[in-house]
């Protein structure tokens, strides 16, 4: 996607230097776009668990390419024990996106099957960068199912603006490229379908007044910046056609686990009576899970919900928002019911929860 029209991807291997792995700091946005070198599985690891990196499909594409890190620096004389310990110690970086399991153990066992070091780093490589055309390949399909949607709303509406809500950010950021909920949105947009995106803040860490907002401004799209509390009454105002959000995963029936605060906006769209979609690709799927109850939800620091990051002039500046000695809860996400959820959007097209 587009950066000061400059395309990008979130990730990506050095074309000066097949041993260097480079992402897009999240952290540092909206204010500056700065590139992280990733050199060894530790950086990987610190990426994924300080947020440098995340979203569901780059928390997977990055441990992925952190356990072929660990091929590069794995000494010869226990080679085999090496990349296993360290394959644990990536997928412990954060515990609710399936994704990370799944990129890790892929590339894990991908390599198994060689005996020589110096094979096991080439075949490594190779798993982790097709991983990364296969969840392009999943986003931008998940955008072709989606728009359909935003067409059918459109053409009821007589091509008058279609408003969707969306919380937290699944965009190419979080996906390397397209992303999953706003990947509909984009291609609504190259559509010439008239679009407006409430985007929900998504306290404690706002990925949605700085990374959703920051990707649709790059794109042109007109959308408008909320706090988290207000979708419930645009949507008793008739002011929201339709929600969408992605996930981080989702169970054997259908119930999602997303950014806390998701679950909220299921209810409110229920009691509209608005269409609310999950959009995810197969490899956030976890079929070891039978419901959502079961979905480990990751508790991070209470400085986080205690405190509050911002720009003062040119200067980023951290603040005290509540009471001294105030104690805080941080669950980073909560689970939405497959009841609450009209319908799931995969690379494989539009399905109820119950079917997938």
Same mark, same amino acid.
């Given at each position: 996607?587009?950066?000061? #029209?400059?395309?990008?991807?979130?990730?990506?291997?050095?074309?000066?230097?097949?041993? !260097?792995?480079?992402?897009?700091?999240?952290?540092?946005?909206?204010?500056?776009?700065?590139?992280?070198?990733?050199?060894?599985?530790?950086?990987?690891?610190?990426?994924?668990?300080?947020?440098?990196?995340?979203?569901?499909? $780059? /928390?997977?594409? =990055?441990?992925?390419?952190?356990?072929? $890190?660990?091929?590069?620096?794995?000494?010869?004389?226990?080679?085999? #024990?090496?990349?296993?310990?360290?394959?644990?110690?990536?997928?412990?970086?954060?515990?609710?996106?399936?994704?990370?399991?799944?990129?890790?153990?892929?590339?894990?066992?991908? /390599?198994?099957?060689?005996?020589?070091?110096?094979?096991?780093?080439?075949?490594? #490589?190779?798993?982790?960068?097709?991983?990364?055309?296969?969840?392009?390949?999943?986003?931008?399909?998940?955008?072709?199912?989606?728009?359909? /949607?935003?067409?059918?709303?459109?053409?009821?509406? &007589?091509?008058?603006?279609?408003?969707?809500?969306?919380?937290?950010?699944?965009?190419?950021?979080?996906?390397?490229?397209?992303?999953?909920?706003?990947?509909?949105?984009?291609?609504?947009?190259? $559509?010439?379908?008239?679009?407006?995106?409430?985007?929900?803040?998504?306290?404690?860490?706002?990925?949605?007044?700085?990374?959703?907002?920051? @990707?649709?401004?790059?794109?042109?799209?007109?959308?408008?910046?909320?706090?988290?509390?207000?979708?419930?009454?645009?949507?008793?105002?008739? !002011?929201?056609?339709?929600?969408?959000?992605?996930?981080? &995963?989702?169970?054997?029936?259908?119930?999602?686990?997303? #950014? =806390?605060?998701?679950?909220?906006?299921?209810?409110?769209?229920?009691?509209?009576?608005?269409?609310?979609?999950?959009?995810? +690709?197969?490899?956030?799927?976890?079929? =070891?899970?039978?419901?959502?109850?079961?979905?480990?939800?990751?508790?991070? @620091?209470?400085? @986080?919900?205690?405190?509050?990051?911002? &720009?003062?002039?040119?200067?980023?500046?951290?603040?005290?928002?509540?009471?001294?000695?105030?104690?805080?809860?941080?669950?980073?996400?909560? /689970?939405? +019911?497959?009841?609450?959820?009209?319908?799931?959007?995969? @690379?494989?097209?539009?399905?109820?929860?119950?079917?997938?």
């Amino acid at each position: 996607m587009l950066i000061n #029209k400059r395309q990008y991807r979130s990730i990506w291997l050095s074309s000066d230097d097949d041993r !260097l792995v480079q992402a897009i700091d999240q952290r540092e946005l909206p204010w500056q776009t700065v590139i992280i070198d990733l050199k060894t599985s530790d950086d990987a690891f610190n990426a994924i668990r300080n947020m440098a990196v995340r979203g569901a499909p $780059l /928390i997977g594409v =990055t441990g992925a390419l952190g356990l072929y $890190l660990a091929t590069l620096e794995a000494p010869g004389n226990w080679f085999d #024990k090496y990349i296993a310990v360290r394959a644990i110690v990536l997928k412990e970086a954060r515990p609710t996106a399936v994704n990370l399991r799944y990129g890790v153990d892929r590339v894990y066992h991908a /390599i198994s099957k060689e005996a020589l070091p110096y094979n096991k780093q080439q075949v490594a #490589k190779a798993e982790a960068l097709q991983l990364i055309e296969e969840e392009v390949a999943r986003s931008e399909a998940i955008g072709r199912h989606g728009v359909e /949607i935003i067409k059918t709303i459109s053409s009821r509406k &007589r091509g008058a603006c279609v408003n969707i809500l969306t919380h937290c950010n699944a965009g190419w950021l979080a996906c390397i490229d397209y992303g999953t909920a706003m990947a509909p949105i984009y291609l609504a947009k190259q $559509l010439g379908i008239d679009i407006h995106v409430w985007v929900d803040e998504t306290r404690p860490r706002n990925q949605g007044a700085r990374l959703t907002a920051w @990707e649709l401004s790059h794109n042109n799209i007109p959308h408008t910046l909320i706090a988290d509390n207000t979708g419930g009454h645009l949507m008793q105002q008739g !002011l929201v056609d339709m929600v969408l959000v992605g996930s981080d &995963r989702v169970a054997r029936n259908g119930d999602a686990a997303n #950014k =806390t605060g998701t679950y909220l906006k299921a209810l409110a769209a229920k009691d509209n009576n608005i269409p609310f979609y999950v959009a995810l +690709p197969t490899s956030t799927m976890d079929n =070891t899970i039978e419901e959502g109850s079961a979905i480990p939800v990751e508790e991070r @620091e209470q400085e @986080e919900v205690l405190k509050m990051e911002g &720009r003062l002039g040119k200067k980023r500046v951290v603040v005290d928002i509540a009471n001294p000695g105030t104690t805080a809860a941080n669950f980073a996400f909560d /689970i939405t +019911p497959a009841r609450l959820i009209t319908g799931i959007i995969t @690379e494989n097209g539009l399905c109820l929860p119950e079917d997938i």
